[in-house]
């Protein structure tokens, strides 16, 4: 009975009705909305995966990448329709590679572009590491490689590539390992003597650790399969006696033609490097000259000159100098109606003069007439610094080639 008292005595409609009643319904509804209202995004947005190419921005044109990430693996959200409409050439991974210097490793953040309609959940990897290296680019000779399968009595005549360089870049230490580049046509290839694109192939020492390309790629072969004996061409040396006249100088050794064809076994044109001319006496020469010299047979044996015996060498010559220093020049002041009253410092200087060895050689240093001076014009205060100057008034072809100190100092005596 007492308890039935006291529930009936308990005022229910004040707790309803009581600001924290209020309050714990309005959470609880909230949180309830909240369940729903999720559930219900949660069904109307889909994932979505899939590969995409890394891109990496600002990279100096002059470096390059070793060992980077080609792609990247991304998760992207967003609903049905924007799934399924969803363009890959809109979706950019990129990485900010401005302002890194080569010869260093950067660990930077992967950053990816997409429409708004879609939100990115993950990229993996989230992060790269760029090894920047310096790029640069080589100028090589194409050297051919002919096959080994050539029968005995033919060879191959009017070798010619077009262009006879490449260029060859990548890394510096990777271009290190390049030996050589080079075209390797078959037998069969050259047996139709028909002009031939081939690509041009690495010779190289070790693995490269990054990418080395050949610009162009390939080049074109021009070969002729000839009967007889094998031909090279080697160049001409020429081969000069005795000395000249000590006041002049080889300048240049022209020969024309530069090359002479030379035939024999393959093994024994491997031998020759060039051919040499008979001697051509230089010693009573006194101006250019050119003369048709005859070539020596090569020494190896077997071997021959398939095409002219002789040349024609031209031969330049250009005036010798040498040089002399003369020391202790004493230096006079010009340009001052009291030269006594000032001092230099240093007074005397070493003048290097130029000329003939013949003169040079023959040079008495009493009787030049040469003059060091400093121009004291319009020079009103003291000490200042003036810059010398030389001249040789005794006729001969010397010219002046420096004077040490090139700067003396000039001070006053009446300021001392």
């Known amino acids: 009975m007492k308890l039935k008292q006291k529930l009936k005595d308990f005022d229910f409609n004040g707790i309803f009705t009581s600001p924290w009643a209020l309050w714990f319904f309005s959470i609880v509804t909230a949180v309830l909305m909240w369940i729903y209202v999720t559930a219900i995004d949660e069904a109307a947005f889909i994932t979505r995966k899939f590969t995409c190419p890394i891109e990496y921005r600002g990279l100096d044109t002059q470096s390059i990448l070793r060992g980077k990430i080609s792609e990247v693996d991304i998760e992207v959200r967003g609903t049905e329709e924007a799934i399924m409409m969803l363009d ?6 990129f990485v900010d590679a401005r302002n890194l210097l080569p010869g260093k490793k950067y ?4 950053n990816v572009e997409m429409p708004r309609n879609l939100t990115l959940i993950s990229c993996f990897p989230s992060q790269a590491v760029l090894d920047i290296v310096r790029q640069v680019t080589r100028l090589m000779n194409v050297e051919t490689v002919l096959p080994q399968n050539i029968p005995e009595g033919q060879y191959i005549e009017g070798v010619e590539i077009i262009p006879k360089e490449v260029g060859i870049r990548g890394a510096e230490d990777d271009l290190a390992k390049v030996g050589s580049v080079r075209v390797t046509p078959t037998f069969e290839e050259l047996q139709k003597g028909a002009e031939l694109l081939m690509p041009v192939k690495f010779a190289q020492s070790e693995p490269f650790e990054g990418t080395v390309t050949i610009e162009p790629a390939q080049v074109r072969f021009r070969g002729m399969l000839a009967r007889g004996l094998p031909r090279k061409k080697v160049p001409v040396n020429v081969r000069l006696a005795g000395r000249l006249d000590s006041d002049y100088e080889v300048q240049s050794v022209v020969t024309d033609p530069s090359e002479v064809q030379i035939e024999g076994k393959a093994e024994d044109l491997a031998k020759v490097e060039a051919v040499d001319t008979e001697v051509i006496e230089v010693s009573s020469m006194n101006s250019d000259m050119v003369v048709v010299v005859p070539l020596r047979q090569p020494e190896t044996e077997g071997v021959s000159i398939a095409s002219s015996t002789s040349v024609k060498v031209s031969i330049k010559l250009t005036e010798a100098h040498a040089e002399k220093m003369i020391a202790n020049v004493p230096v006079e002041l010009r340009g001052t109606s009291q030269p006594k009253n000032w001092v230099c410092s240093p007074p005397h200087v070493s003048v290097s003069i130029e000329g003939k060895p013949s ?16 121009d004291m014009s319009n020079i009103f205060m003291t000490p200042v610094t003036l810059p010398l100057r030389a001249e040789i008034t005794s006729g001969d ?3 002046i080639v420096r004077i040490e100190p090139q700067n003396i100092t000039v001070n006053s005596l009446e300021g001392r």
């Open 107 to 110: 660990t930077v953040n992967v």
């Open 359 to 374: 003169m040079i050689g023959n040079l008495d240093e009493d009787n030049v007439k040469l003059t060091v001076y400093a």
């Open 397 to 399: 072809a010397l010219r």
């Open 88 to 93: 890959y050439n809109n979706v950019h991974a």
